[in-house]
Protein backbone atom coordinates (compact mmCIF):
# COMPACT_ATOMS: atom_id res chain seq x y z
CA UNK A 1 0.00 0.00 0.00
CA UNK A 2 2.71 2.41 1.12
CA UNK A 3 4.79 1.83 -2.25
CA UNK A 4 1.70 2.06 -4.36
CA UNK A 5 1.40 5.53 -2.76
CA UNK A 6 4.69 6.53 -3.16
CA UNK A 7 5.69 5.47 -6.71
CA UNK A 8 2.47 5.10 -8.54
CA UNK A 9 0.53 7.55 -10.20
CA UNK A 10 -2.84 6.88 -9.10
CA UNK A 11 -1.55 6.70 -5.55
CA UNK A 12 0.33 9.79 -5.80
CA UNK A 13 -3.44 11.22 -6.87
CA UNK A 14 -5.55 9.93 -4.13
CA UNK A 15 -2.78 11.43 -1.81
CA UNK A 16 -3.40 14.67 -3.19
CA UNK A 17 -7.39 14.23 -2.66
CA UNK A 18 -7.44 12.89 0.64
CA UNK A 19 -4.69 15.38 1.70
CA UNK A 20 -7.23 18.04 0.77
CA UNK A 21 -9.82 16.14 1.99
CA UNK A 22 -8.77 15.95 5.56
CA UNK A 23 -7.39 19.49 4.99
CA UNK A 24 -11.12 20.99 4.78
CA UNK A 25 -12.45 18.03 7.63
CA UNK A 26 -9.66 19.50 10.33
CA UNK A 27 -11.01 23.17 9.13
CA UNK A 28 -14.61 22.72 9.17
CA UNK A 29 -15.53 20.05 11.31
CA UNK A 30 -13.04 20.50 14.25
CA UNK A 31 -12.46 23.88 13.75
CA UNK A 32 -8.35 23.72 13.76
CA UNK A 33 -6.64 27.03 13.14
CA UNK A 34 -6.26 26.79 9.18
CA UNK A 35 -2.48 27.44 9.85
CA UNK A 36 -2.22 24.28 12.20
CA UNK A 37 -4.28 22.16 10.15
CA UNK A 38 -1.88 22.99 6.80
CA UNK A 39 0.92 22.29 9.16
CA UNK A 40 0.17 18.77 9.81
CA UNK A 41 -1.41 18.05 6.13
CA UNK A 42 1.93 18.90 4.96
CA UNK A 43 3.44 17.27 7.27
CA UNK A 44 1.92 13.51 7.21
CA UNK A 45 1.59 13.52 3.62
CA UNK A 46 5.49 14.46 2.82
CA UNK A 47 5.98 11.25 5.86
CA UNK A 48 3.37 8.60 3.58
CA UNK A 49 5.10 9.82 0.10
CA UNK A 50 8.48 8.99 1.94
CA UNK A 51 10.19 11.95 2.34
CA UNK A 52 12.80 11.96 4.36
CA UNK A 53 12.82 13.14 8.00
CA UNK A 54 15.97 14.89 7.84
CA UNK A 55 15.17 16.34 4.40
CA UNK A 56 11.26 17.06 5.79
CA UNK A 57 12.51 18.74 9.13
CA UNK A 58 16.00 18.90 9.39
CA UNK A 59 18.32 17.58 12.45
CA UNK A 60 18.89 19.10 16.01
CA UNK A 61 22.17 20.53 14.48
CA UNK A 62 20.76 21.63 11.44
CA UNK A 63 17.69 22.44 9.96
CA UNK A 64 17.56 25.97 7.81
CA UNK A 65 17.59 22.95 4.42
CA UNK A 66 14.23 21.37 5.56
CA UNK A 67 11.25 21.37 3.62
CA UNK A 68 9.52 22.92 6.46
CA UNK A 69 12.05 26.09 7.24
CA UNK A 70 12.25 26.71 3.44
CA UNK A 71 8.56 26.03 2.63
CA UNK A 72 7.51 28.74 5.61
CA UNK A 73 10.76 30.90 5.15
CA UNK A 74 11.09 31.65 1.03
CA UNK A 75 7.16 32.62 0.77
CA UNK A 76 6.98 34.97 4.18
CA UNK A 77 10.48 36.50 2.59
CA UNK A 78 8.85 37.26 -0.41
CA UNK A 79 5.35 38.92 1.04
CA UNK A 80 5.39 40.00 4.77
CA UNK A 81 7.37 43.15 4.62
CA UNK A 82 4.28 44.08 1.36
CA UNK A 83 1.56 43.07 3.25
CA UNK A 84 2.87 44.50 7.11
CA UNK A 85 3.52 47.91 4.57
CA UNK A 86 0.48 47.73 2.86
CA UNK A 87 -1.51 47.61 6.26
CA UNK A 88 0.29 50.75 7.64
CA UNK A 89 -0.64 52.46 4.47
CA UNK A 90 -4.34 51.46 4.92
CA UNK A 91 -4.24 52.38 8.43
CA UNK A 92 -2.97 56.41 7.96
CA UNK A 93 -5.32 56.85 4.84
CA UNK A 94 -8.37 55.96 6.85
CA UNK A 95 -7.21 57.85 10.18
CA UNK A 96 -6.70 60.45 8.36
CA UNK A 97 -10.13 60.84 7.03
CA UNK A 98 -8.93 59.86 3.83
CA UNK A 99 -12.09 57.94 2.87
CA UNK A 100 -14.79 60.89 3.92
CA UNK A 101 -12.49 63.37 1.55
CA UNK A 102 -12.66 60.71 -1.57
CA UNK A 103 -16.81 60.01 -0.73
CA UNK A 104 -17.59 63.55 -0.38
CA UNK A 105 -16.00 64.13 -3.96
CA UNK A 106 -17.27 61.63 -5.96
CA UNK A 107 -20.75 62.48 -4.96
CA UNK A 108 -20.65 65.96 -5.68
CA UNK A 109 -19.00 64.77 -9.40
CA UNK A 110 -21.71 62.13 -10.18
CA UNK A 111 -24.63 63.66 -8.41
CA UNK A 112 -27.50 62.13 -6.18
CA UNK A 113 -28.56 60.15 -9.24
CA UNK A 114 -25.63 58.27 -9.61
CA UNK A 115 -24.74 58.02 -5.88
CA UNK A 116 -24.45 54.23 -6.04
CA UNK A 117 -22.22 54.16 -8.54
CA UNK A 118 -20.40 56.90 -6.79
CA UNK A 119 -20.00 54.96 -3.65
CA UNK A 120 -18.85 52.06 -5.94
CA UNK A 121 -16.00 53.96 -7.20
CA UNK A 122 -15.14 54.90 -3.64
CA UNK A 123 -15.03 51.17 -2.53
CA UNK A 124 -12.92 50.24 -5.49
CA UNK A 125 -10.19 52.84 -4.93
CA UNK A 126 -10.05 53.01 -1.14
CA UNK A 127 -9.82 48.83 -1.61
CA UNK A 128 -6.57 48.88 -2.98
CA UNK A 129 -5.08 49.48 0.65
CA UNK A 130 -7.33 48.85 2.92
CA UNK A 131 -8.96 45.23 3.99
CA UNK A 132 -12.30 44.29 3.42
CA UNK A 133 -13.83 44.41 6.49
CA UNK A 134 -11.80 47.50 7.49
CA UNK A 135 -13.47 49.61 4.82
CA UNK A 136 -16.75 48.50 5.21
CA UNK A 137 -16.37 49.77 9.14
CA UNK A 138 -15.36 53.16 7.41
CA UNK A 139 -17.88 53.33 4.35
CA UNK A 140 -20.66 51.82 5.72
CA UNK A 141 -21.57 55.07 7.74
CA UNK A 142 -21.56 57.10 4.38
CA UNK A 143 -23.75 54.46 2.81
CA UNK A 144 -26.36 54.66 5.18
CA UNK A 145 -26.91 58.40 4.80
CA UNK A 146 -26.98 58.24 1.30
CA UNK A 147 -29.23 55.71 1.29
CA UNK A 148 -31.72 57.64 3.62
CA UNK A 149 -31.49 60.97 1.91
CA UNK A 150 -32.82 59.23 -1.03
CA UNK A 151 -35.71 57.18 0.43
CA UNK A 152 -33.97 53.96 -1.74
CA UNK A 153 -33.22 50.47 -0.81
CA UNK A 154 -30.03 50.28 1.28
CA UNK A 155 -29.18 47.27 -0.88
CA UNK A 156 -28.87 49.76 -4.24
CA UNK A 157 -25.90 51.62 -2.43
CA UNK A 158 -23.90 49.16 -0.59
CA UNK A 159 -23.68 46.21 -3.02
CA UNK A 160 -21.40 48.82 -5.53
CA UNK A 161 -19.26 49.91 -2.40
CA UNK A 162 -19.25 45.85 -1.34
CA UNK A 163 -18.46 44.91 -5.11
CA UNK A 164 -15.27 47.44 -5.29
CA UNK A 165 -14.16 46.39 -1.99
CA UNK A 166 -13.97 42.90 -2.77
CA UNK A 167 -12.41 42.81 -6.09
CA UNK A 168 -9.89 45.34 -4.45
CA UNK A 169 -9.20 42.48 -1.44
CA UNK A 170 -9.12 39.48 -4.06
CA UNK A 171 -7.10 40.50 -7.62
CA UNK A 172 -4.96 43.94 -6.21
CA UNK A 173 -1.82 43.57 -4.11
CA UNK A 174 -0.64 44.53 -1.27
CA UNK A 175 -3.44 42.10 -0.08
CA UNK A 176 -2.68 39.02 1.42
CA UNK A 177 -4.57 36.18 -0.75
CA UNK A 178 -2.66 37.95 -4.66
CA UNK A 179 0.74 38.56 -3.20
CA UNK A 180 0.93 35.27 -1.22
CA UNK A 181 -0.46 33.24 -4.68
CA UNK A 182 1.99 35.51 -6.51
CA UNK A 183 4.95 34.76 -4.17
CA UNK A 184 4.37 30.77 -4.33
CA UNK A 185 3.68 30.95 -8.44
CA UNK A 186 6.86 32.98 -8.87
CA UNK A 187 5.36 36.06 -10.46
CA UNK A 188 5.72 39.49 -10.45
CA UNK A 189 3.20 41.98 -8.69
CA UNK A 190 3.58 44.32 -11.55
CA UNK A 191 1.95 41.82 -13.99
CA UNK A 192 -0.05 40.51 -11.00
CA UNK A 193 -1.55 44.70 -10.70
CA UNK A 194 -1.68 44.76 -14.65
CA UNK A 195 -4.19 42.05 -14.66
CA UNK A 196 -5.84 42.47 -11.59
CA UNK A 197 -6.79 45.71 -12.82
CA UNK A 198 -8.10 44.11 -16.33
CA UNK A 199 -10.06 41.57 -14.54
CA UNK A 200 -11.51 43.56 -11.35
CA UNK A 201 -12.79 46.35 -13.33
CA UNK A 202 -15.04 44.61 -15.67
CA UNK A 203 -16.13 42.16 -12.65
CA UNK A 204 -16.68 45.46 -10.65
CA UNK A 205 -18.86 46.74 -13.57
CA UNK A 206 -20.77 43.45 -13.60
CA UNK A 207 -21.96 43.01 -10.43
CA UNK A 208 -20.99 46.26 -8.46
CA UNK A 209 -23.25 48.40 -11.21
CA UNK A 210 -25.50 46.11 -13.36
CA UNK A 211 -26.10 43.50 -10.64
CA UNK A 212 -26.21 46.15 -7.84
CA UNK A 213 -28.82 48.43 -9.79
CA UNK A 214 -31.12 45.46 -10.76
CA UNK A 215 -31.34 43.86 -6.89
CA UNK A 216 -31.63 47.20 -4.91
CA UNK A 217 -34.85 47.90 -7.29
CA UNK A 218 -36.22 44.62 -6.32
CA UNK A 219 -34.98 44.22 -2.42
CA UNK A 220 -36.45 47.42 -0.80
CA UNK A 221 -34.35 47.16 3.04
CA UNK A 222 -34.42 50.31 4.74
CA UNK A 223 -31.67 51.88 6.48
CA UNK A 224 -32.27 50.75 10.27
CA UNK A 225 -32.79 53.94 12.49
CA UNK A 226 -30.02 52.83 14.85
CA UNK A 227 -27.89 52.61 12.27
CA UNK A 228 -28.57 56.40 10.89
CA UNK A 229 -28.14 57.44 14.77
CA UNK A 230 -24.59 55.90 15.05
CA UNK A 231 -23.58 57.30 11.45
CA UNK A 232 -24.69 60.49 12.61
CA UNK A 233 -22.73 60.42 15.50
CA UNK A 234 -19.60 59.94 13.95
CA UNK A 235 -20.38 62.40 11.20
CA UNK A 236 -20.71 64.95 14.31
CA UNK A 237 -17.81 63.83 16.17
CA UNK A 238 -16.04 64.39 12.52
CA UNK A 239 -17.14 67.49 11.85
CA UNK A 240 -15.77 68.79 15.32
CA UNK A 241 -12.09 67.78 13.96
CA UNK A 242 -10.57 71.20 13.72
CA UNK A 243 -7.62 69.67 11.24
CA UNK A 244 -8.35 70.30 7.67
CA UNK A 245 -9.13 67.23 5.46
CA UNK A 246 -6.43 66.33 3.39
CA UNK A 247 -6.96 66.89 -0.52
CA UNK A 248 -8.24 64.30 -2.62
CA UNK A 249 -5.37 64.58 -4.90
CA UNK A 250 -3.15 63.94 -1.90
CA UNK A 251 -5.07 61.04 -0.71
CA UNK A 252 -5.41 59.67 -4.47
CA UNK A 253 -1.52 59.96 -4.79
CA UNK A 254 -0.07 58.43 -1.45
CA UNK A 255 -2.74 55.39 -3.20
CA UNK A 256 -1.49 55.57 -6.49
CA UNK A 257 2.00 56.02 -6.14
CA UNK A 258 3.66 52.12 -4.85
CA UNK A 259 1.23 50.95 -7.98
CA UNK A 260 3.28 53.25 -10.70
CA UNK A 261 6.55 52.50 -9.12
CA UNK A 262 5.87 48.74 -9.58
CA UNK A 263 4.48 49.10 -12.68
CA UNK A 264 7.52 51.33 -13.79
CA UNK A 265 9.93 48.71 -12.34
CA UNK A 266 7.64 45.73 -14.34
CA UNK A 267 8.00 47.59 -17.58
CA UNK A 268 11.98 48.37 -17.07
CA UNK A 269 12.98 45.28 -16.40
CA UNK A 270 11.61 44.70 -20.10
CA UNK A 271 12.21 47.92 -22.15
CA UNK A 272 15.47 49.13 -20.48
CA UNK A 273 18.88 48.00 -20.44
CA UNK A 274 19.74 45.34 -18.42
CA UNK A 275 23.01 46.70 -16.13
CA UNK A 276 21.83 50.35 -17.29
CA UNK A 277 21.91 53.01 -14.56
CA UNK A 278 18.29 53.59 -15.48
CA UNK A 279 17.84 49.94 -14.99
CA UNK A 280 18.60 50.20 -11.43
CA UNK A 281 17.02 52.97 -10.52
CA UNK A 282 13.51 51.58 -11.98
CA UNK A 283 14.18 48.13 -10.35
CA UNK A 284 15.44 49.73 -7.11
CA UNK A 285 12.32 51.75 -6.80
CA UNK A 286 9.99 49.34 -8.46
CA UNK A 287 10.67 46.36 -6.06
CA UNK A 288 7.57 46.37 -4.28
CA UNK A 289 8.72 46.69 -0.53
CA UNK A 290 10.96 49.80 -1.05
CA UNK A 291 7.70 51.71 -3.34
CA UNK A 292 5.53 50.69 0.05
CA UNK A 293 7.71 51.89 2.09
CA UNK A 294 8.15 55.26 0.27
CA UNK A 295 4.23 55.28 0.32
CA UNK A 296 4.12 54.75 3.85
CA UNK A 297 6.56 57.14 5.04
CA UNK A 298 4.77 60.17 2.90
CA UNK A 299 1.35 59.16 4.23
CA UNK A 300 2.60 59.20 7.86
CA UNK A 301 4.37 62.70 7.16
CA UNK A 302 1.26 63.89 4.88
CA UNK A 303 -1.40 62.68 6.25
CA UNK A 304 -0.20 62.31 10.36
CA UNK A 305 2.65 64.31 11.65
CA UNK A 306 2.12 67.71 9.71
CA UNK A 307 -1.69 67.64 10.11
CA UNK A 308 -1.05 67.02 14.09
CA UNK A 309 -0.69 63.44 14.36
CA UNK A 310 1.06 63.11 17.52
CA UNK A 311 4.13 60.24 17.17
CA UNK A 312 2.13 58.39 20.20
CA UNK A 313 -0.97 58.02 18.13
CA UNK A 314 0.83 56.78 14.94
CA UNK A 315 3.08 54.57 17.22
CA UNK A 316 -0.25 53.38 18.40
CA UNK A 317 -2.25 53.10 15.18
CA UNK A 318 0.42 51.21 13.63
CA UNK A 319 0.59 48.48 16.19
CA UNK A 320 -3.22 48.30 16.45
CA UNK A 321 -3.66 47.88 12.28
CA UNK A 322 -0.79 45.01 12.63
CA UNK A 323 -2.02 42.93 14.77
CA UNK A 324 -4.43 41.16 12.48
CA UNK A 325 -1.34 40.46 10.45
CA UNK A 326 0.02 37.80 12.07
CA UNK A 327 -2.93 35.06 11.72
CA UNK A 328 -2.46 36.11 7.73
CA UNK A 329 1.88 35.40 7.69
CA UNK A 330 0.81 32.34 10.13
CA UNK A 331 -1.57 30.65 7.12
CA UNK A 332 0.67 31.81 4.75
CA UNK A 333 3.54 30.57 5.66
CA UNK A 334 2.04 26.87 6.09
CA UNK A 335 0.71 27.55 2.47
CA UNK A 336 4.25 27.72 1.25
CA UNK A 337 5.43 24.40 3.18
CA UNK A 338 2.19 22.95 2.32
CA UNK A 339 3.20 23.58 -1.38
CA UNK A 340 6.95 22.84 -1.16
CA UNK A 341 5.73 19.11 0.50
CA UNK A 342 3.69 18.64 -2.83
CA UNK A 343 6.48 19.29 -4.89
CA UNK A 344 9.02 17.55 -3.22
CA UNK A 345 6.86 14.25 -3.43
CA UNK A 346 6.24 14.64 -7.06
CA UNK A 347 2.49 15.03 -6.51
CA UNK A 348 2.65 18.44 -8.45
CA UNK A 349 3.93 16.93 -11.34
CA UNK A 350 2.02 13.86 -11.53
CA UNK A 351 -0.89 16.56 -11.49
CA UNK A 352 0.77 18.36 -14.64
CA UNK A 353 0.68 15.25 -16.31
CA UNK A 354 -2.63 13.93 -15.76
CA UNK A 355 -3.69 17.31 -16.96
CA UNK A 356 -1.67 17.32 -20.27
CA UNK A 357 -2.93 13.93 -20.93
CA UNK A 358 -7.04 14.78 -20.45
CA UNK A 359 -6.27 18.81 -22.22
CA UNK A 360 -7.75 20.34 -18.75
CA UNK A 361 -6.33 23.62 -18.66
CA UNK A 362 -4.45 24.36 -15.67
CA UNK A 363 -6.26 28.13 -15.55
CA UNK A 364 -9.60 26.11 -14.87
CA UNK A 365 -8.06 23.76 -12.93
CA UNK A 366 -6.78 26.67 -10.48
CA UNK A 367 -10.43 28.27 -10.48
CA UNK A 368 -12.41 24.87 -9.68
CA UNK A 369 -10.02 23.99 -6.77
CA UNK A 370 -10.12 27.41 -5.52
CA UNK A 371 -14.34 27.45 -5.73
CA UNK A 372 -14.57 23.94 -3.96
CA UNK A 373 -11.83 25.06 -0.97
CA UNK A 374 -13.62 28.79 -0.86
CA UNK A 375 -17.44 26.95 -0.57
CA UNK A 376 -16.19 23.98 1.90
CA UNK A 377 -14.18 26.45 4.83
CA UNK A 378 -15.59 30.14 4.10
CA UNK A 379 -12.55 32.16 3.78
CA UNK A 380 -10.86 33.87 0.91
CA UNK A 381 -7.30 33.93 2.00
CA UNK A 382 -7.17 30.01 2.61
CA UNK A 383 -8.43 29.13 -0.42
CA UNK A 384 -6.14 31.32 -2.44
CA UNK A 385 -3.03 29.91 -0.28
CA UNK A 386 -4.02 26.30 -0.42
CA UNK A 387 -4.88 26.66 -4.08
CA UNK A 388 -1.60 28.21 -5.15
CA UNK A 389 0.33 25.76 -3.26
CA UNK A 390 -1.28 22.73 -5.23
CA UNK A 391 -1.16 24.45 -8.88
CA UNK A 392 2.48 25.71 -8.11
CA UNK A 393 4.35 22.31 -8.36
CA UNK A 394 1.96 22.32 -11.56
CA UNK A 395 3.05 25.27 -13.37
CA UNK A 396 6.66 25.16 -12.58
CA UNK A 397 7.16 22.80 -15.56
CA UNK A 398 4.94 24.33 -17.90
CA UNK A 399 7.37 27.32 -19.02
CA UNK A 400 4.99 30.38 -18.37
CA UNK A 401 5.33 33.24 -18.80
CA UNK A 402 4.83 36.46 -16.45
CA UNK A 403 1.17 37.43 -17.33
CA UNK A 404 0.02 33.70 -18.08
CA UNK A 405 1.04 33.01 -14.41
CA UNK A 406 -0.56 36.17 -13.55
CA UNK A 407 -3.36 35.08 -15.01
CA UNK A 408 -3.78 31.56 -12.97
CA UNK A 409 -3.55 33.66 -9.95
CA UNK A 410 -6.78 35.54 -11.41
CA UNK A 411 -8.43 32.44 -11.92
CA UNK A 412 -7.64 31.37 -8.26
CA UNK A 413 -8.85 34.75 -6.78
CA UNK A 414 -11.91 34.66 -8.45
CA UNK A 415 -12.19 30.86 -6.88
CA UNK A 416 -11.88 32.56 -4.03
CA UNK A 417 -15.11 34.96 -3.47
CA UNK A 418 -17.48 32.55 -4.89
CA UNK A 419 -20.84 31.97 -3.35
CA UNK A 420 -20.01 33.72 0.18
CA UNK A 421 -22.59 32.21 2.58
CA UNK A 422 -22.81 31.09 6.15
CA UNK A 423 -19.04 29.95 7.14
CA UNK A 424 -17.78 33.39 6.06
CA UNK A 425 -16.83 35.47 8.32
CA UNK A 426 -17.46 38.45 5.50
CA UNK A 427 -21.11 37.09 5.34
CA UNK A 428 -22.00 38.18 9.00
CA UNK A 429 -20.20 41.62 8.56
CA UNK A 430 -22.19 42.18 5.74
CA UNK A 431 -25.45 41.14 7.26
CA UNK A 432 -24.71 43.05 10.65
CA UNK A 433 -23.31 46.23 9.03
CA UNK A 434 -26.24 46.94 6.47
CA UNK A 435 -29.36 45.38 8.52
CA UNK A 436 -29.64 42.17 5.92
CA UNK A 437 -31.45 39.11 7.21
CA UNK A 438 -29.79 36.11 6.39
CA UNK A 439 -32.27 35.51 3.28
CA UNK A 440 -31.82 38.99 2.50
CA UNK A 441 -27.71 38.40 2.76
CA UNK A 442 -28.10 35.38 1.00
CA UNK A 443 -29.87 36.88 -2.24
CA UNK A 444 -27.91 40.04 -2.44
CA UNK A 445 -24.31 39.65 -0.96
CA UNK A 446 -23.98 35.86 -2.19
CA UNK A 447 -25.19 36.06 -5.36
CA UNK A 448 -22.95 39.34 -6.16
CA UNK A 449 -19.72 37.57 -5.08
CA UNK A 450 -20.73 34.77 -7.33
CA UNK A 451 -21.15 37.11 -10.06
CA UNK A 452 -18.00 39.10 -9.32
CA UNK A 453 -16.48 35.51 -9.10
CA UNK A 454 -17.61 33.87 -12.56
CA UNK A 455 -16.72 36.93 -14.33
CA UNK A 456 -13.63 37.42 -12.88
CA UNK A 457 -12.48 34.11 -14.39
CA UNK A 458 -14.39 34.22 -17.33
CA UNK A 459 -12.04 37.72 -17.91
CA UNK A 460 -8.93 35.84 -17.05
CA UNK A 461 -9.73 32.92 -19.32
CA UNK A 462 -10.17 35.06 -22.52
CA UNK A 463 -7.03 36.93 -21.75
CA UNK A 464 -4.90 33.90 -21.50
CA UNK A 465 -5.86 33.04 -25.31
CA UNK A 466 -4.21 36.03 -26.35
CA UNK A 467 -1.28 36.25 -23.62
Not at 24 to 43: N, Q, T
Not at 268 to 279: F, M, Q
Not at 299 to 307: D, S, T, V, Y
Amino acid sequence: MINWLQHSTPGLLTLAVVSIAVLLLLIIKFKVEPFIALIVVALLVALLAGVPVEALVGSAQKASDSLLEKGFGSILGHIAAIIGLGTLLGAILEASGGAQVLMDKLMNAFGEKKAPVAIGLAGLIFGVPVFFDIGIFVLAPLVYVAAKRSGKSIVLFAMPLLAGLSVMHAFMPPHPGPVAAAGLLKVSLGWIIIMGLAVAIPSWFVGGVLYSYWIGKRLNVPVPEEMLAAAELARAENGGDDRDPPSLGLVLSIIGLPLVLILAGTFGSILLTKGSRLYSVATFFGTPAVALTISVLLAFWLLGFRRGMTREKVAELSAASLKPVAMILLVVGAGGFFGAVLAATGIGKTLANELSGIGLPVIALAYVISCVIRIAQGSATVAIVTTAGIVAPVVADLNYSQPQLALVVMAIASGSIIASHVNDGGFWIVSRYFGLSVKETLQSWTVLETILSVVGFVVAGLLSLVV
